[in-house]
């Protein structure tokens, strides 16, 4: 049986963090519902989120979470539509996170050679 091993991971991230204006766009959106609007501000200081990364970019506007007018108040985008936004970004995202793993000139046969002694497992007795 062969080992597989992780030597690197990188990840990618949109440029724009959303979360503070997500959490003031929800609590605008809530405020004729003074229930739901407490339940949210409590939801969110405890949902240990600090960061929500978003590819759009910030709207400049009160209605708008989004400058692309993607989530606007009364008017949200249904799963298809957020999907497709992803099958369009989603991309550039990966191959910024495959750069960052800093490959250099590896190509795919070197992957398939063993790996050196130091890399392999300890054998163990049972």
């Given amino acids: 049986m062969q080992t597989a091993y992780i030597n690197r991971i990188a990840t990618a991230v949109p440029a724009s963090d959303f979360h503070a204006l997500f959490a003031r766009f929800a609590d605008r959106l809530l405020t004729a519902e003074p229930r739901l ?11 240990g989120i600090e ?13 708008a979470l989004d400058g ?18 992803f099958v369009t970004y989603a991309p550039d995202l990966a191959v910024e996170a495959i750069e960052r793993l800093d490959l250099g000139d590896a190509s795919p046969t070197s992957s398939s050679r063993a790996a050196p002694a130091s890399r392999r497992p300890a054998s163990t007795s049972r």
């Fill in 68 to 85: 692309g007018d993607f989530y606007v108040a009364g008017r949200f985008p249904a799963t298809a539509e957020r999907m497709r936004a």
């Fill in 37 to 47: 609007r407490s339940a949210f501000a409590r939801m969110s200081a405890h949902s």
């Fill in 51 to 63: 960061h929500r990364y978003s590819v759009l970019s910030p709207a400049d506007r009160e209605d």
